[in-house]
């Protein structure tokens, strides 16, 4: 198939320079960087943008017509050259003082669609990763495998973990360093285990670690107070601490990891607030010697030190490219800052790669080893949607029945009725990912569509179930909210806002609706009576995870989180004067789930908590005070949208079929 059959006004030039970058014989690809000026002039001048799409529908093509489904890895192993050579920077020129380009050497290294967390050995010689085990209940456990790069085999060195969040190699390959947690462990947090298995996991403390360079020593830092954390260096084998120190956290920052740098004689404080990202260098006295400032937030998606250890490598969403943060595939661009000896930051970074094709969780699991080959986990993620039915006031499902499944976009959130579904189906349209939204009888029938395909990033039923309201981005930052009749699809304009500023947000029984801003602030907009204002939370609540107002539309249920993240609060806030009271605390016992708390016809709450793996049901009395676990949800990876009545419940269940890949030649990417 031609990309010249997908794009009629592709020129004939076009069409050859973009076969020539494809052809599986490297002799019969272009020599060099010099042959492509010449090439690019002749084919004409939009280039980028007519490459680009032409290599879209091309590889879509191909898809429909094997019948078999084509991952964006799977297609950035032949293409990832051609679309970065063309976009500009996803191969490094001129690294070598001759402006040779050189290409991304991707391979694929398991086979399963069921792995992640990837770790190569420092010689290459063997891959460690975590796969999911779920029974026929949903529930899941994680084991930790070693495989043998020569074909050798594998084997299962730790089973029935938690959760697993990243796994690290010491440079003499004795042992694993697993970040993640174990049954019976209360936190999370570094484990160290015998690659060749046969020991019980050694847990080295809370909270977080990382290898110090090609030493015995893991660098672990525990979860942060108010203004400053223990850092402590570790011996991986036995576990014994011969160091430490306090570090101070920059004011207003969130979240702070420590990684070091130039063989740990210096370290790097990453930072995380709610707009931005900090880096501090370090020395061994905890004194800040130069810093970086990373914005915005939500376009910066991976930070760590460079694996050679000269720098700090920074993962961004690709130039015009906005991250929906759905879960959708975003490209990303691969810098590095380099760190001089006395600590300072380039003043410039370098580019190692653009355009990078990865899943999410890929970017956020991706791992390069100490002898520069990148591996990361990439495939096709598949959402299904489940009615559940609840038997009884305490008791739990007694049905269940799908409703659909995709390995696109999908979400599906229940009407306050229960009798409808609303379905957001991803839809990719002149190379955009948009969002078209439908409707469905919960009993049976078909979907209907109602909307065009549009850039929603945020959608919610009304409370009396005649509309709903989508979250559009439009140019910019500018974020429109439209109220959609049902089931006619008649809109209107509801609020304008920033895009960047926005988060979760609900509709008000009473006309008007509440908007999560910035973290930590709601808006009140367009409600009868009462003029729009900002009304503010705790000092002590780092963000609000999920709002949901009662059935009177006077208060509002709020999920906070406390700055330390060991403490979920349900509170209770009135729209009328903004106080707000404390109904019920979870100290330790998760995180939030995400969902919306679902009033019930009593007045209780009942509220969705991440216990990995699992998703556990409490129910909040009306009055407040200790909450009352109903039970564990069926999936541990799915959102969950109750009905007024509390006996329907639709998940929306997600699970990412990943398969590991290596950039073979990445050390050679960055200089090494």
């Known amino acids: 198939v031609l990309p010249s059959t997908y794009r009629s006004d592709l020129s004939a030039e076009l069409e050859d320079l973009v076969l020539r970058l494809l052809e599986k014989d490297p002799a019969m690809r272009y020599a060099a ?48 050259g051609i679309v970065g050579v063309l976009v500009g920077a996803a191969l490094l020129a001129g690294r070598n003082g001759r402006g040779q380009i050189r290409q991304p050497e991707m391979v694929q290294l398991t086979f399963s669609g069921n792995a992640s967390t990837p770790a190569l050995s420092d010689d290459g010689q063997r891959l460690a990763y975590s796969t999911r085990q779920c029974g026929a209940n949903g529930r899941c456990t994680v084991d930790v495998l070693v495989q043998d790069m020569e074909g050798a085999g594998r084997a299962t060195v730790a089973r029935g ?18 970040h993640g ?14 690659s060749l298995g046969g020991a019980e996991p050694r847990y080295l403390g809370c909270c977080r670690g990382v290898i110090l360079g090609n030493t015995d020593t893991a660098l672990v830092m525990e979860d942060p107070g108010d203004s400053a954390s223990w850092v402590r260096w570790v011996t991986i084998a036995d576990g014994v601490t011969h160091d430490s120190l306090l570090i101070r956290r920059p004011l207003g920052f969130i979240r702070v990891f420590v990684d070091p740098v130039a063989g740990g004689e210096k370290l790097l404080q990453i930072s995380f ?36 250890g000269r720098g700090l490598l920074v993962g961004r969403v690709s130039e015009g490219v906005v991250n929906p943060g759905d879960g959708s595939v975003v490209p990303i661009d691969l810098v590095r800052y380099r760190v001089s000896t006395d600590g300072r930051f ?21 791992s390069i080893a100490r002898n520069g080959k990148l591996t990361y ?58 969002k078209q939204l439908s409707v469905m009888s919960s009993d049976s029938g078909p979907e209907t569509p109602v909307t065009s395909p549009q850039d929603v990033v945020g959608w919610e039923w009304t409370p009396d179930g005649s509309k709903v309201l989508l979250a559009v981005r439009e140019r910019g930052d500018s974020l429109t909210i439209k109220a959609v009749d049902l089931p006619g699809g008649a809109t209107r304009i509801v609020a304008r806002l920033s895009a960047a500023k926005t988060g979760a947000f609900a509709p008000l029984p009473g006309g008007g609706l509440v908007v999560v801003s910035s973290f930590t602030q709601l808006r009140r907009i367009g409600v009868p009576g009462l003029a729009d204002s900002i009304l503010d939370v705790p000092e002590d609540v780092i963000g609000i995870a999920a709002v949901s107002p009662t059935p009177s539309g006077l208060t509002l249920a709020m999920v906070e989180v406390k700055r330390q993240f060991d403490t979920l609060l349900i509170s209770r806030l009135s729209l009328v004067d903004g106080h707000a009271g404390r109904v019920a605390v979870f100290l330790d016992e998760g995180d939030p789930n995400g969902d919306p708390p679902a009033w019930l016809p009593d007045g209780s709450l009942i509220v969705s908590v991440k216990q990995n793996p699992n998703v556990v049901w409490y129910r909040v009395p009306a009055v407040g005070g200790r909450p009352v676990r109903l039970g564990t949800a069926p999936w541990g990876s799915a959102s969950y949208r109750w009905s007024a009545d509390g006996q329907r419940i639709l998940a929306t269940v997600r699970n990412d079929m990943a398969d590991v890949y290596a950039i073979r030649n990445f050390g050679e990417l960055l200089g090494h």
């Open 273 to 308: 607030a709610n707009a931005e990202t900090r880096v501090e260098v370090l020395d061994r006295s905890g004194r800040v010697l130069d810093s970086l400032r990373l914005e915005p937030y939500g376009s910066v998606l991976l930070v760590q030190p460079s694996p050679e």
């Open 377 to 434: 986990p990439s495939g096709p993620t598949r959402y299904e949607l489940w009615l559940l039915r609840r038997s009884g006031g305490t008791g739990f499902i007694s049905a269940r029945r799908r409703l659909g499944a995709a390995t696109g976009y999908l979400d599906g959130k229940l009407s306050p009725d229960g009798g409808r579904v609303g379905i957001l189906r991803g839809v990719v349209l002149e190379d955009r990912q948009l």
């Open 33 to 80: 960087a010099a042959e492509l000026p010449a090439a690019l002039t002749g084919a004409g001048t939009h280039v980028e943008s007519a490459v680009r799409s032409a290599w879209t529908r091309w590889l879509r093509a191909r898809r429909m017509l094997s019948g078999k489904r084509w991952t964006a890895a799977v297609g950035a192993t032949a293409g990832v």
């Open 161 to 178: 973990l938690i959760d697993v969040s990243h796994i690290q190699w010491t440079s003499d390959g004795r042992y694993l360093l697993i």
């Open 346 to 366: 380039a003043s410039r970074p370098d580019t190692i790669m653009s355009r990078l094709v990865t899943y999410p969780p890929g970017i956020a699991m991706m």
């Open 181 to 194: 947690q174990w049954p019976g462990s209360p936190i999370v947090g570094p484990f160290s285990v015998p």
